[in-house]
């Protein structure tokens, strides 16, 4: 199993999680864990709140808060022309 954003597979990660027991101990993991997980859970929580905060001092300042989802609207169809485009020449490559 290769995870793709941290370029390591299951032998390296298998490695870490032992580094982990040895140095830690295994009484200690569930801890060390629930911690990770509360820390974790508080930065998605200001973040959400940083995104609410912006989204509504732009609209009381009458920004369009759209425009984004509308530019990945019309980047999304434009790959979806271009795959149209380019699936026979990849097919017979």
């Known amino acids: 199993m290769k995870l793709p954003f941290l370029f390591i597979g299951g032998p390296e990660i298998f490695v870490i999680m032992l580094f982990v027991v040895v140095v830690f101990g295994a009484d200690k993991i569930p801890e060390i864990a629930r911690g990770l ?11 959400n709140d940083i995104k609410r905060e912006i989204n509504e001092s ?3 300042q ?3 808060t759209e425009i984004v989802s509308d530019i990945n609207k019309e980047i999304n169809d434009v790959k979806d022309n271009i ?11």
């Open 37 to 47: 997980g509360k820390g974790i859970r508080q930065v998605k929580d200001a973040t």
């Open 58 to 60: 732009a609209q009381k």
């Open 62 to 64: 009458g920004i369009d």
């Open 83 to 93: 795959d149209d485009l380019t699936g026979p020449i990849k097919r017979n490559m």
